[in-house]
């Protein structure tokens, strides 16, 4: 699995968009970016996935630059609940491997 | 749906003992992975059950043993327990491989 490179932490005022970026320039053709956050003292909760497509869902968009060697994840209007550490992972979903490898993370702190 | 459940939420054990961690998967869901994770780490991955056999494994030694039911619930062992186990320890399903799906985790404290 390639190895993804986040910010430590980051600041974002409440109400602004918070955009989180990921570098993974070593990513393979098959592998896909995901994204987890969690919040203090809980299990990691999933946010959204893609290849190389952008994508959007009620939670978040993911943003995949042309050449796949990083991604930004975007919450549109963040509020004091989206404060958690954010995972950047890269894996081959369906490969039987099933492993998630979460590095540092980035810390969102939202303020009011 | 109640999603992935995990039991007990808190537990303290005393160094050399053994101790036995529960996870009932979210319904519908074939696979469950453990992980571990140290306060202030990203969670490391322990091992992965599908169809009732490990199917992969990470860096942990044999004292970390694992179990899956036919249900699909599973059990995570661990043996003679040292200070350095105490740990948030996840479970988290999924279903052939997709996106995972975690639970509250165990808050393990070894003493």
């Known amino acids: 699995d390639a190895k ?3 910010p430590t932490s980051m600041d974002c005022a409440e109400g602004r968009a918070a955009n989180l970026p990921c570098n993974h320039s070593t990513i393979s053709g098959n592998e896909y970016v995901y ?21 959007t869902n009620e939670m978040a968009s993911l943003i995949i630059t042309e ?4 991604s930004t994840l975007i919450l ?37 | 749906d109640a999603g992935v459940t995990q039991s007990p939420t808190h537990l303290i054990k005393t160094r050399g003992q053994q101790v036995t ?18 306060l202030g780490q990203g969670p490391q991955f322990i ?12 860096n942990f030694p044999d004292r970390f043993s694992g179990h899956q039911f036919p249900n699909y619930s599973s ?18 399903s999924s279903l052939m491989d997709t996106e995972a ?4 985790g165990t808050r393990l404290t070894v003493v």
């Open chain 1, 4 to 6: 993804t490179t986040q």
């Open chain 1, 35 to 55: 994204w987890y956050r969690q919040i203090h003292s809980q299990g990691p909760q999933y946010i959204i996935h893609g290849l190389k497509n952008n994508e």
């Open chain 1, 67 to 70: 050449d796949r060697k990083s």
């Open chain 1, 76 to 112: 549109p209007h963040a509020t004091l609940r989206d404060t958690a550490v954010y995972y950047c992972i890269v894996r081959v979903p369906l490969s039987n491997t099933g492993k998630l490898i979460f590095g540092q993370g980035t810390t969102l702190q939202v303020k009011p």
């Open chain 2, 21 to 38: 961690l529960r996870c009932s998967p979210k319904s519908g869901h074939d696979t469950v992975s453990w992980y571990q994770q140290a």
């Open chain 2, 47 to 58: 091992f992965q059950y599908y169809e009732e056999e490990e199917r992969q494994r990470g």
């Open chain 2, 75 to 92: 059990e995570l062992n661990v043996n003679a327990l040292l200070l350095g186990d105490s740990a948030l320890y996840l479970c988290a």
């Open chain 2, 101 to 104: 799906f975690f639970g509250q």
